[in-house]
């Protein structure tokens, strides 16, 4: 833009009268929808490149198209790492050239001059992945623009604008994560459940809940609550698993081994895996209460999630639906997991275990009181108490191998 106080005459004909851009004009398409299920990214994006497209010189196109289908709330490199074949069924109209990360990544060798969006929050909600992108854009010689902000006028008006818009979307992001968040512990709080129901118990819709009106995106879902899985066999393998850790002190591996020799027993689909059997264990939602907030699933990354701190978690105040074991068992359990973590060694069963699997023995427990518990060792019963002193652990192992 050329100065309103210029020379008193005409001096455009020297050669250092304009500094002369010789880069051409690029200008790429930036956008973002949060959800494929509650809003239509194939009439969204669209609707988002009409009102940025304003924003070109007469004559202008686009050169290319980077939007996501994500939460505002990831930064960039969280961002369209959704396979390919999803944004493909979504049948958006507008070309697809890579997400928001992919065009930070690339601005710079395409050439991209400017990068045009209806709005800031399009980039991001949080102010500070917005700041951070448009300082990396910057970096590489590219202006971002808003479609949004005023035309002319001074630096600072246009500045004020773009910060006061910013601060907007993180506010509106904030108050959206307090409502969910109260909603969520709400949830939790009735004994609803959230997420997948464990191995041994199936979510069946709650009858009793109130009823919910149709909300803006359709009916909304309904509430449901754990009951018993109708296989009673998931049940006490549950709680046999969980007895295995607990007392026994075994690994993963080895709670595998006595569950898939007795699959009548101890069914399950495919088969046990080991996070499949660590997973059950710190699940507490086997003492019979509704937990939340036990993972922060939401990391753009599929199958991937983030394990809260257990002072985050949201407890309902009573148990909601039959546990399959007590909460002080729970904690037991936890607690041989942190030891068995730490490195610490087996309990007594463990050695009695090891020595029959060389034998080629396996040791089965077969019904337990407070005191004692019965065990099948190939093909002879041994009552044993609880805890096992270690001069009975080396007696039984002797008279296991007296006997083959």
């Not at 007469?58 to 198209?65: M, S, T």
């Not at 020799?261 to 399950?268: F, G, N, T, V």
């Not at 080991?274 to 036990?294: F, I, W």
């Not at 040791?363 to 805890?387: E, F, K, N």
Request: aromatic share 6%.
């Amino acid at each position: 833009m050329p100065s309103q106080f210029g020379p008193p005459i005409d001096l455009s004909d020297l050669a250092n009268y304009q500094q002369a851009d010789l880069r051409p004009r690029r200008p790429v398409f930036v956008g973002r929808v949060s959800t494929k299920d509650n809003q239509n990214p194939a009439s969204s994006i669209p609707r988002q490149v009409v009102l940025a497209s304003e924003r070109l010189e007469p004559g202008e196109e686009f050169v290319a198209f980077y939007w996501d289908v994500e939460s505002g709330m990831l930064p960039p490199e969280m961002r369209g790492l959704g396979p390919q074949e999803m944004y493909d069924a979504l049948s958006v109209p507008t070309p697809r050239d890579g997400g928001l990360q992919d065009l930070v990544d690339r601005a710079e060798h395409l050439g991209v001059t400017h990068v045009l969006a209806e709005r800031s929050d399009r980039v991001a909600r949080a102010m500070l992945t917005t700041l951070t992108v448009e300082h990396q854009l910057q970096q590489a010689g590219v202006e971002v623009v808003y479609a949004n902000e005023p035309v002319g006028g001074t630096e600072s008006g246009r500045l004020r604008a773009r910060r006061s818009s910013q601060v907007d979307a993180e506010i509106y992001r904030t108050t959206l994560m307090e409502m969910s968040t109260g909603g969520q512990i709400q949830h939790a709080i009735n004994g609803w459940n959230h997420g997948y129901p464990p191995y041994p118990y199936v979510a069946v819709i709650d009858e009793n809940a109130p009823a919910q009106e149709r909300g803006r995106f359709g009916v909304n879902r309904p509430k449901r609550k754990l009951e018993p899985h109708p296989d009673s066999r998931r049940f006490e393998a549950a709680r046999e698993l969980c007895r295995l850790r607990r007392e026994e002190h075994l690994k993963a591996a080895d709670i595998i081994a006595i569950l898939a020799a007795e699959p009548d027993r101890y069914p399950i689909e495919d088969r046990w895996t080991h996070n499949r059997v660590e997973g059950l264990l710190a699940n507490p939602k086997l003492t019979g209460y509704q937990v939340y907030n036990r993972k922060a699933s939401r990391t753009g990354r599929e199958g991937f999630s983030r394990l809260n701190p257990v002072s985050k978690w949201v407890w309902s105040p009573e148990v909601v639906h039959e546990p399959v074991i007590s909460l002080q068992e729970w904690k037991q359990a936890q607690e041989v997991t942190a030891g068995l973590r730490a490195g610490q060694g087996g309990g007594p069963l463990l050695r009695i275990r090891a020595a029959a699997r060389q034998l080629g023995l396996t040791v089965t427990a077969v019904r337990s009181s407070d005191t004692h518990t019965l065990y099948q060792i190939g093909g002879r019963q041994v009552v044993l108490p609880t805890p096992i002193p270690d001069m009975v652990v080396q007696q039984v192992i002797e008279d296991m191998g007296s006997a083959t």
